[in-house]
């Protein structure tokens, strides 16, 4: 596979597995945490209305969701990459914060829990992902 080829995979493949990610973690939250009574966590109005009742612990799941797609984005893409895996990495890492700022601007959440998710949920991560993956990284044999 040429090299350009192998740097499209990466992205799409980042994007691919950070999303399957996060949407497995959100989805397991409420399991392991479980929404106050009666709210309605489905729908855009519920999740209005249920803000007030939430707890800090309630946004353990939609941090980590954030934080650990974008490392298994970031670090599948890094592995991927022909070239440059570096920032490919990063190109995942500001994708995911993009989708981040986003989701802040459109979801009601505490001032605290946007900051905390923009600062600390996405480029870090995409870092962290670049020092795994150095880490990881085979030898090429010559």
């Keep these: 596979m040429t090299i350009i080829l192998r740097n499209i ?12 990610a996060n949407m497995a973690i959100v989805t397991l939250g409420p399991m392991l945490i479980p929404s106050p009574a009666g709210a309605d966590m489905t729908t855009a109005e ?70 905390v998710d923009v600062l600390f949920a996405y480029l870090p991560m995409a870092w962290l992902a670049t020092v795994i993956g150095a880490r990881t990284q085979r030898p090429r044999s010559a």
Excluded: D, E
């Design 46 to 115: 519920g999740l209005r209305q249920a803000m007030p009742l939430l707890q800090p612990k309630h946004f353990i799941a939609p941090f980590l969701a954030h934080a650990l797609g974008t490392l298994v984005g970031a670090l599948a893409a890094y592995w991927i990459a022909g070239s440059r895996k570096t920032l490919f990495a990063w190109v995942i890492g500001v994708l995911f914060l993009c989708g981040g700022i986003a989701a802040s601007a459109m979801i009601p959440a505490p001032v605290w829990f946007k900051a």
């Design 9 to 20: 995979a990466a992205v799409i493949a980042g994007l691919v597995l950070g999303s399957l």
